[in-house]
């Protein structure tokens, strides 16, 4: 070959004056290569250096083989963990460093699907979810780079979470909030971002001025990589114009600083123990208000999509089948009294959604 292939470098052993060859490639294994370019020994060597995943930062102090080892190669990994969006490659990676650190040292290949069971049985339900996620793909990437023959997450299945999950904010309760926090203040324009427009915490906490424009809010979600543009509901609009602050974010600490997540639902907590509100009041809660409201208007799943980011309906469908089930039985309830007044000339109650009594 006249010309030596990507990342293989060439020099003449002093002793033998034999020319030498070997692949090296940055944040990759150095590998020595037999032969001469174009044999099929000298070929085979190279195509495996090139599949090699890339070393992972720490790896060399990791064994082989190791849960350690397999899960830095993994977080290293730009065809696997690094083409997740930047809000899953954070949760994964704490799960997978606690993973690391309890159980590192145990011999990658041979774990049991019974030891991944027993470890999610030990978390709640919704944690225990996301780590079963973290657990498959980094199964996953094992077999594909041959650390285990075999998957040992693929066939685990979680039972079904009972229940909504977080509380959804009634009408009461954010009228509750209001009335203790006035327009103008840090802890009404929290309540107002999250509940007009229906974004995550991890969202919310990064909105500021320069996302707005020409009345429409543009923001890209952290967890997902879902880029929107937003209509600011005219409410919003008059509570930020209410609120001083020339900060990056429209949520700043009392030093002028962007939240991360943990202050801010500590901070958000505060506020709602100041109003009376009971503790299942939770920022994500405002999303899940938002949402319902656009249901009961009458927004269609993929409406109610455009606003909440979701890649699939099957959550959203829960608000539409809600508010559906509602509006059912409202207009089932005045389609019979409207028949009985035809029938008897008797006036409908004035509220026919309060059922009558018998």
């Not at 004056?17 to 060597?45: H, I, Q, T």
């Not at 083409?83 to 606690?98: N, Q, Y």
């Not at 269609?300 to 508010?323: D, F």
């Amino acid at each position: 070959m006249s010309r030596l292939l990507r990342y293989v470098q060439a020099w003449v052993d002093r002793r033998t004056g034999r020319p030498r060859y070997r692949f090296r490639r940055r944040g990759f294994p150095k590998v020595k290569l037999p032969g001469v370019p174009g044999s099929a020994e000298f070929m085979a060597a190279y195509q495996m250096a090139m599949a090699t995943a890339a070393t992972a930062i720490g790896i060399k102090r990791n064994a082989p083989g190791s849960v350690a080892y397999v899960v830095a190669a993994y977080l290293d990994s730009q065809s696997h963990f690094g083409r997740l969006a930047p809000g899953t490659r954070a949760i994964r990676r704490a799960i997978l460093e606690r993973f690391r650190e309890a159980h590192g040292d145990l011999p990658f290949a041979i774990m049991p699907p019974k030891f991944i069971v027993w470890l999610l049985d030990q978390k709640r339900p919704h944690v225990a979810r996301n780590w079963l996620k973290a657990l498959r793909a980094l199964c996953r990437f094992a077999v594909a780079l041959d650390f285990r023959a075999d998957d040992p997450a693929r066939d685990i299945k979680l039972a079904p979470i009972k229940g909504d999950g977080f509380h959804t904010w009634t009408d009461d309760e954010i009228a509750q909030y209001e009335a203790h926090h006035a327009i103008g203040t840090k802890a009404r324009l929290a309540l107002a971002l999250g509940r007009y427009t229906m974004q995550r915490r991890s969202d919310v906490i990064r909105i500021g001025r320069q996302h707005i424009r020409n009345g429409e809010l543009y923001v890209t979600q952290q967890k997902t990589g879902v880029a929107l543009v937003l209509p600011v509901h005219p409410a919003l609009a008059a509570i930020i114009a209410a609120t001083p602050g020339d900060h990056l974010t429209f949520l700043v600490t009392k030093h002028g600083k962007p939240y991360n997540g943990k202050d801010f639902s500590e901070a958000f907590r505060a506020w709602c123990n100041e109003a009376g509100l009971p503790v299942r009041c939770v920022f994500h809660g405002l999303r899940k208000a938002g949402l319902t409201w656009g249901a009961d208007q009458g927004w269609s799943t993929h409406e109610l999509a455009a606003w909440s980011g979701h890649k699939t309906l099957a959550e959203i469908q829960r608000y539409t089948k809600a508010a559906d089930q509602r509006r059912a039985a409202r207009a089932a309830l005045k389609r019979t009294l409207d028949q009985n007044e035809s029938a008897t000339g008797s006036v409908p109650r004035s509220n026919p959604s309060v059922p009558l009594r018998s």
